[in-house]
């Protein structure tokens, strides 16, 4: 994309090629260490593909000892690293640097231990989410964050992410859900943070560790809290003719003290694409749908449930419909898990962004999305995780008619800049990395991207971990030119924007 | 009665940072008994700072100035049926939301919940070099930037005087019934324990002279439900029971010993750290006793199970009162201390000796 340019606040002069083949060969096995162009390119990308680059090399390593070594070795050097999971990120975190090596924690991929009694397991960074819950499901538990992409992503790059899922707004996000990691620090040495018990003592280290995008240290084991799989779950579908409604709706069933366990909402584009799809019943003329999920014991279910049915008759719902079995429940769902690659059947290329904002600023936000998806001639799904106020808006492009690229990419920054403006936030859950920079100059001010520098500095003085990412130089915004939204409030707030 | 005294707290900073004369950090006073005993005695006091800024009932958030009273905050959100999940003890009348953040307290719904910094989604704050920042937001999903707010819940004012904090808050459940049993210490970790792997509205757990406590928070037929599977006594006066609980009012805190907390594996055995006996909440994850055991034997035997100790009241404030770090985490702090306050003005010493 246009905007994807080098950030580095501090210019690399690492060895050539060949000095790092030998001196990583030296280190780990052959098999850990990749070097052709050939075997490079599967790690150009992760999974937000219009930022490409090639690493100088690749390392697998098997063993936290060898991800201590490479990493002991690049401090010494002064060799970007770029952590690296399954790259199914949205934010271009997992973007190779052209000067550094790539660590792959995908070799490390064993459960290490689960303790049903303290209801948690020990894993190495590379697990992929939904074998955590898989591994322990016959004892009744599982791993509560559940992001869309789970089947794929790793525990150490949700870690990083701090990702969600739609249980979140009730079961928390990655930092409510991990008790402990080990961290391989930038000089390589190896440090616990968090425990075993419900707090550690001093500065809370587990929580400015996770969400921060491979820039602090390389998870290498985490201890994840496991949940008791509810005794019942319900979901309930609404459609409703207005998207406004749909928002109050949700408001309403907050407002009446209950909690879902999920709360989705689609808008029309949304629900016409997943329902051609997969065929998950949901009305296609509907403007808006929402999945309401309760879970607990069967009473506390059934009391909600028919609660909230009350409560979405009188916001005005044109359809409504509860599953009454588990496979009924499975196929509800089933439409909105497809969503992104439903989008992706309509469209040759589709640019996922992800914003927050409080949820009574829905109608406002998604009447101004519809300006300027006209303004860009671009199309625009919206699927949001409406209980805490999670946008995925879906920008449709073709990437081969030319200026659609600029145009998304443009379209996505004034979404997000519009989200800042209305109380919120450029990231949810899908990170910044390379791709929200610019737009983290509007966000903070000059003085609180140094005090972020400053925790990068404590942490990792070389910047060799996952060096430009995350967090934009000062030297970036002033040549971005953007405007710091300070507390809400634009400069000049009565002059037209977009 | 609410102000924004932002300027003025930020005046306090920028001088003590010209006179190097480093401040101590006050808001209600109520919890001067935890950490060390402060170096300094140029006072700065949050209570001029306070007020509800924003709360929005129907976006489960919470907006506040430091120096706004907890009680205050708590009776605008029962007006509205909502609560502080993280139950926060107030250990005297004045105490104030920044303090309750600075510390990182919860009480009984900690582990069914979530603690404190579980809630924090925003914070201002004001750094050591007098620099007044904003990290986080007034939304529940955010993860633009590291996480300072949550860095700053329990930090004890050490990285930043914390100007205004940012909360999600919940309904206050329908109903809540409390049962107690009749139980040896051992049996009624593994009980707690059971629970806590079922799928049941278990809201708070203790055990203290021979009798397990359980409190059921949820809706009604749930809590009945449950309630009626599970057995027990009912007990007299449940929420006063809850609240000299998260008080310390019960009884068993009646005494000028040195009160240890310790904070380990809800599953691990019942420990013995003293003649006296302890008092076990948090599924088994905190537990309090009076001991005179030296500091290092306990520090030694919380280790071996792998949890911590603190020195919670009636130390002398001298000597370290929190768990020695390890060296490595040890430096991380230090460097992070550096990041924040690197003249070191900000309750030196408070937490450690060095940081
Ligand atoms: C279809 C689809 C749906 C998605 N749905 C969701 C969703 O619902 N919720 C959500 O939150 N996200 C979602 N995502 C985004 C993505 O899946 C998450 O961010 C995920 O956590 C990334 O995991 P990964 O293993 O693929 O990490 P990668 O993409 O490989 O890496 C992500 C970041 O983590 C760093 N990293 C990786 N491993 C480590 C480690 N061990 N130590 C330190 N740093 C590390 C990388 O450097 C990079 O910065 C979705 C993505 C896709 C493609």
């Known amino acids: 994309m246009s905007m994807v ?28 260490i990749l070097l052709k162009k050939e075997d490079l390119g599967p790690y150009s990308c992760d999974g937000l593909s219009v930022y490409r680059q090639l690493p100088l090399a690749a390392v697998l390593p098997k063993t936290v000892e060898q991800v201590q070594a490479v990493v002991r070795y690049c401090h010494q050097q002064t060799i970007p690293i770029v952590p690296r999971g399954s790259g199914t990120g949205l934010s271009g975190g997992a973007l190779p640097h052209h000067q550094g090596i790539l660590l792959n924690l995908g070799r490390l991929n064993k459960i290490l231990d689960i303790d049903i009694d303290a209801r948690s397991c020990r894993v190495q960074p590379g697990v992929r989410n939904l074998a955590v819950s898989d591994a322990v499901r016959p004892q009744g538990l599982y791993y509560a964050p559940d992001p869309s992409s789970q089947i794929a992503c790793t525990i150490g790059g949700n870690i990083a992410e701090n990702s ?20 391989v620090l930038a000089n390589g040495e190896l440090a616990t943070i968090g425990s075993g018990a419900l707090d550690a003592p001093g500065y809370d280290l587990l929580a400015l560790v996770t969400g921060s995008e491979g820039l602090l240290g390389i998870v290498v084991e985490a201890t994840l809290k496991l949940l008791p799989v509810p005794e019942h779950a319900q979901v309930l579908m609404a459609a409703f003719d207005d998207v406004v409604k749909a928002g109050n709706a949700v408001g309403d069933v907050i407002a009446a003290g209950i909690i879902p366990a999920g709360m989705e909402m689609m808008d029309h584009m949304a629900i016409g694409a997943a329902e051609d799809f997969v065929n998950a019943g949901y009305p296609k003329e509907a403007q808006a749908l929402l999945l309401c999920e309760l879970d607990g ?11 909230v049915k009350a409560l979405m008759m009188s916001a005005g719902a044109s359809t409504l419909r509860v599953s009454e079995d588990n496979q009924q429940r ?15 059947r309509i469209s040759p290329d589709y640019y996922c962004m992800d914003g927050t904002i409080p949820r009574n600023q829905l109608p406002h936000v998604l009447s101004r999305m519809q300006e300027l998806s006209a303004h860009y001639g671009l199309r625009v799904a919206n699927v949001f995780h409406a209980g805490d106020g999670n946008l995925h808006p879906l920008i449709l492009f073709d990437a081969n008619k030319s200026g659609e690229l600029q145009k998304a990419e443009q379209f996505g920054s004034d979404i997000l800049q519009m989200c800042i403006e209305a109380g919120g936030t450029i990231t949810g859950e899908h990170g910044v990395g390379m791709e929200k ?13 140094e005090q972020f520098h400053a925790v990068k500095q404590a942490f990792d003085p070389n910047h060799i971990l996952n060096p430009g990412k995350a967090v934009p130089t000062l030297h970036r915004c002033a040549e971005f030119g953007a405007m710091h939204v300070h507390e809400g409030k634009l400069p000049f707030p009565d002059l037209p924007r977009f | 009665m609410s102000s924004d005294q932002t300027d003025k707290l930020k005046t306090r900073i920028l001088d003590a940072l010209e006179n190097n004369h480093p401040v101590k950090i006050v808001g209600g006073n109520s919890k001067a008994f935890l950490g060390r005993k402060p170096v300094s005695d140029n006072e700065i006091n949050t209570r001029v700072h306070n007020g509800i800024i924003s709360y ?8 506040a100035r430091s120096g706004t009273p907890l009680k205050e905050i708590e009776a605008v959100l029962t007006d509205h ?32 919940s979530g603690a404190a910094r579980d809630f924090v989604l925003g914070t201002r704050i004001i750094n050591g070099k007098g620099e007044v920042l904003r990290f986080g937001g007034e939304v529940i999903k955010n993860v633009a930037g590291y996480d300072v707010s949550r860095l700053m819940t329990g930090a004890m004012g050490t990285l930043g005087l914390i100007l205004d904090v940012s909360l999600k808050v919940l309904p206050r459940p329908e109903t809540e019934i409390t049962r107690s049993f009749e139980f040896k210490p051992g049996e009624a970790i593994a009980q707690m324990n059971a629970w806590a792997g079922q799928s049941l509205p278990v809201s708070a757990t203790c055990f203290y002279d021979g009798r397990l406590y359980l409190r059921l928070s949820g809706s009604k037929s749930a809590t009945l439900s449950a309630a009626q599977r599970m057995g027990g006594e009912p007990v007299l006066n449940p929420d006063r029971f809850w609240i000299d609980l998260r008080e310390h009012s019960l009884p068993f805190f009646e005494s000028d010993r040195l009160l240890w907390r310790f904070s380990l594996p809800g599953i691990t055995e019942p420990l013995s750290a003293s003649d006296a006996p302890m008092l076990i909440e948090w599924g088994g994850s905190q537990r309090w006793c009076f001991s005179s055991l ?23 404030g001298i000597s370290e009162v929190y768990h020695p770090l390890k060296p490595v985490i040890k430096l991380l702090h230090r460097n992070l201390k550096n990041a924040f306050d690197p003249n070191n003005i900000l309750n030196p010493g408070q937490q450690y000796l060095e940081i």
């Open chain 2, 81 to 112: 049926n909502q609560m502080l999940a993280f139950e926060p003890p107030h250990f005297g009348d004045g105490a104030t939301l920044g303090g309750t953040i600075a510390c990182n307290l919860s009480g009984p719904r900690r582990p069914y």
């Open chain 1, 437 to 449: 920079l610019n737009n983290m100059c509007s966000q903070f001010a000059p003085a609180e991207l």
């Open chain 1, 297 to 307: 014991t069967r009473e506390e279910v059934e009391d909600g449930i028919s609660q």
């Open chain 1, 330 to 344: 499975s196929r509800l769902w089933a439409g909105r898990k497809a969503a992104f690659p439903a989008i992706g």
């Open chain 1, 5 to 32: 340019s080098a950030d580095y606040s501090i210019i690399f002069s690492p060895p050539q090629r060949d000095a790092i083949a030998s001196a990583l060969r030296q280190l780990l096995p052959e098999d850990c």
């Open chain 2, 294 to 316: 030296p500091p290092a034997e306990i520090h030694q035997m919380l280790e071996s199970v792998g949890g911590h100790a603190t020195q919670f009241r009636h130390h002398n």
């Open chain 2, 56 to 63: 929005e009932p129907g976006e489960l958030t919470l907006t």
């Open chain 1, 164 to 183: 969600g899922g739609v249980h979140c707004l009730k079961y928390g996000l990655t930092v409510h859900n991990v008790m402990q990691i080990k961290l």
